[in-house]
């Protein structure tokens, strides 16, 4: 009966050394990496192909966009006037008549209350005539500022976004993906940089899109430097 026991006990040891062995230190493990909610695919040579994919828990949405007017930059590269730039990117604010959310950090650096932000951000910005043909709501119903995210491949760099005055109108200026006044601009090259969409995915990017949310921006098009 000894002997038994004996037995036993030294299979139950050699069991609970194995678990022991798989279990691995927590830090050992790697950081997970979020996942783009949205990915955007964007064509040089033919801007009509360009698309995005917004991953829903319905199904992905694909839908057209528009983009910059003079190219598209690389990544790492710093924010020019008519070039969408391509990377990964974080959501850092969310604006439309509907809705308002900005990281506290662009709250202070804007020297605004955020209710005040709040009630007047969005509709000064999008009565603002940049063509200068009379028309206003050149945003469309909603504007979802971006900023690149660094890693290795994409060091972080001054980029030039800010609050300013355009034409006596007090404004955030960014990279973004907002909505047109004009749905003959998507698929297009077109933009002063930014992606723009259609007002049906405009209105699924903001039910669907939060504040600190990764967008990745990709092309098999040679990009500028």
Not at 34 to 53: F, M, T, Y
Not at 82 to 88: E, K, M, Y
Not at 91 to 100: Q, Y
């Amino acid at each position: 009966m000894i002997g038994l026991r004996s037995s036993v006990a030294v299979v139950l040891l050699t069991l609970l050394s194995a678990c022991a062995g798989t279990e691995s230190p927590q830090a050992e493990l790697e950081p997970v990496v979020d996942a783009p909610i949205l990915r955007i695919q964007l064509d040089g040579e033919n801007p009509a192909a360009s698309v995005g994919e917004l991953q829903r828990p319905e199904g992905p949405l694909r839908f057209s966009v528009g983009q910059g007017r003079y190219g598209i930059a690389c990544a790492g590269t710093r924010f020019q006037e008519g070039v969408t730039p391509l990377g990964r990117f974080r959501v850092n604010a969310i604006l439309s008549e509907e809705r308002f959310e900005m990281d506290p950090e662009l709250v202070e650096r804007s020297g605004k209350s955020e209710a005040e932000l709040r009630s007047t951000l969005f509709r000064n910005m999008n009565s603002i005539d940049f063509k200068g043909d009379g028309e206003t709501g050149e945003y469309g119903s909603g504007y979802i500022s971006l900023e690149p995210v660094p890693s290795p491949d994409q060091p972080l760099i001054e980029q030039p976004f800010q609050f300013n005055t355009y034409d006596g109108t007090f404004r955030w200026y960014s990279f973004a993906i907002h909505g047109s006044n004009d749905l003959s601009r998507i698929g297009k090259a077109v933009t002063g940089g930014c992606i723009n969409a259609g007002r049906f995915t405009m209105e699924a990017l903001l039910d669907r899109v939060q504040l600190g949310d990764q967008v990745e921006i990709s092309s098999d098009s040679p990009c500028l430097p």
